[in-house]
């Protein structure tokens, strides 16, 4: 490995956050994690490891067993390449580019400004580790990378029969030291398109940037159920409530960046009669005052701003702006139903995570998710009904399934008694809302038995994304434990 570029690369265990430092200092958001990719199959190279990628651009690395372990059960470690790149309105940064800057915050390591990339990077890190180690007891062993997983699971899905070997996965993708993973939601992507007509700016108006910010935002998975303020939602909800009572005319709404993130900023640019500027300015004062106080236990820095903006841009005609409000204003967000067999966990939600505005439309991109297809459905046809409703279209894409568990899963048990051996007691066997991509491995190898669990890692999808030092020791203390304790082929 070439020379470090932070502080954490001094952090314990020395081999994992070595490789995440370096991991943080290559470009990697979606769809751009090439130069990461050819950074590890050109590493694998010079250890001398068998390294191979498909036609998708997956990364698959062979090692051979350790002496005396040859009959275990193969392994695949399994990680993905990209990372989620979101960033603070005020930061100054290019994904396409600039490295992340991780550093140490306590007992944390977080990134300044933007998301951190532990979500995947400390599983790839984790998996790299092993590769690179002499010291580690282990059977034949794969590492499996993909690509694309945050923006579609492109990796996941070009996955082929044929291309991997063992009988068991080990996905690196979970958030939460203390809890494995034996199932997860699929999800889908719905995409509601509003065609607009525009018209003049009537005479006597003035046009102000309404801005709604701050807030916490998060993985539309793992935090939907934390009470999170969408921004999207919330200014929708102040045109709804006012666009008619100051006669506002809309003339642009953008907020969010991401399907599967929960939007953080919202802005909405409209036309206010002059009379109204003093008005507006109350009721939005107002308005954020009341959000503070509404969801203040949970969002504690949402702030606001009412801004003159100059702009080129017509309005939206009144019968369009209606319907786009109406639309946006009734929208099902958050958790539509909690499991009734899965105590705690959420069985089906929807993330309004991303509106864009163009000339002669407007694009509302949302995710479902659930455990179940019938909840997926259901939430289809209430989107497909308010769509029709509107006179609006709608499109769904990138089914995948979720990861139905497995009560009799040899290394889920494996895992459990592992962990009590190591720590005097059980670990919580979870299901975990978010989507993980072993629901899609199911496909072309039915038969692979999987876990997934990984250290502890805060906010992943937004810029406050931490993880903490002590459970990424843990988490590779059991990396290293379980692949000794992988059983024998019968």
């Known amino acids: 490995m070439s020379e470090f570029h932070s502080e954490i690369s001094k952090l314990s265990p020395a081999p994992l956050w070595q490789f995440f430092d370096k991991i943080c200092s290559i470009p990697h958001p979606s769809a751009h994690e090439e130069a990461l990719a050819q950074y590890i199959v050109t590493w694998a190279q010079e250890q001398g490891l068998d390294v191979r990628r498909d036609p998708t651009g997956n990364v698959f690395i062979k090692k051979p067993a350790t002496p005396g372990m040859e009959n275990k059960k193969g392994v695949v470690l399994q990680a993905h390449i990209d990372m989620v790149p979101q960033k603070n309105e005020d930061t100054d940064h290019d994904f396409l580019t600039d490295p992340i800057q991780p550093y140490v915050d306590g007992e944390w390591v977080t990134a300044k400004g933007t998301t951190l990339g532990a979500d995947n990077g400390m599983g790839m890190a984790s998996c790299l580790a092993v590769l690179a180690a002499d010291d580690i007891k282990h059977g034949p062993l794969e590492v499996l990378l993909t690509v694309d997983e945050e923006a579609g699971m492109t990796g996941a899905f070009g996955l082929e029969a044929g291309w991997l070997e063992g009988d068991i996965l080990l996905n690196t993708d979970s958030e939460q030291e203390g809890e494995v993973y034996m199932g997860c939601a699929g999800g889908i992507d719905g995409e509601i398109s509003l065609t607009i007509a525009r018209e003049a700016i009537p005479a006597g108006y003035t046009t102000r940037q309404l801005v709604l910010k701050g807030l916490k935002g998060g993985h539309s998975g793992c935090d939907i159920h934390t009470g999170r303020g969408n921004a999207n939602k919330l200014l929708a909800r102040f045109l709804a409530g006012h666009a008619q009572e100051l006669d506002l005319r809309l003339i642009e709404f953008r907020g969010g960046s991401l399907r599967n993130a929960i939007p953080r900023e919202a802005f909405v640019t409209v036309a206010v009669p002059t009379a109204n500027e003093a008005k507006l300015a109350e009721l939005f004062t107002f308005y954020t005052e009341l959000l503070r106080s509404e969801l203040g236990r949970v969002e504690t820095d949402i702030v606001s701003f009412n801004e003159t903006v100059a702009t080129a841009h017509q309005v939206f005609t009144v019968a369009d702006q209606q319907r786009f409000i109406a639309i946006m204003n009734a929208a099902p967000n958050g958790v539509i139903r909690m499991s009734d067999e899965i105590e705690g966990v959420v069985e089906t939600s929807l993330n309004v995570g991303v ?27 209430t989107l497909t009904s308010l769509a029709e409703l509107a006179g609006a279209q709608i499109e769904f894409t990138g089914a995948y399934p979720g990861w139905k568990p497995d009560a009799d899963s040899e290394i889920m048990h494996v895992f459990r008694d592992m962990y009590e051996r190591v720590y005097g007691r059980k670990p919580n066997i979870m299901v975990i809302h978010a989507g993980l991509e072993c629901g899609l491995f199911k496909e072309p190898y039915p038969n692979m038995d999987m876990v997934s669990f990984g250290p502890t890692i805060k906010f992943p999808h937004s810029p406050d994304e931490k993880v903490e030092i002590s459970t990424v020791a843990l988490f590779w203390e059991q990396m290293v434990a379980l692949l000794e304790s992988i059983p024998e082929k019968a």
């Not at 509106?355 to 046809?381: A, F, M, N, P, Y």
Request: with cysteine; proline share 0%.
């Open 355 to 381: 509106v864009e505005t163009e000339q002669d439309k407007v694009s509302i991109l949302c995710l479902v998710r659930s455990l179940i297809d019938s909840g997926r459905q259901q939430v289809e046809g």
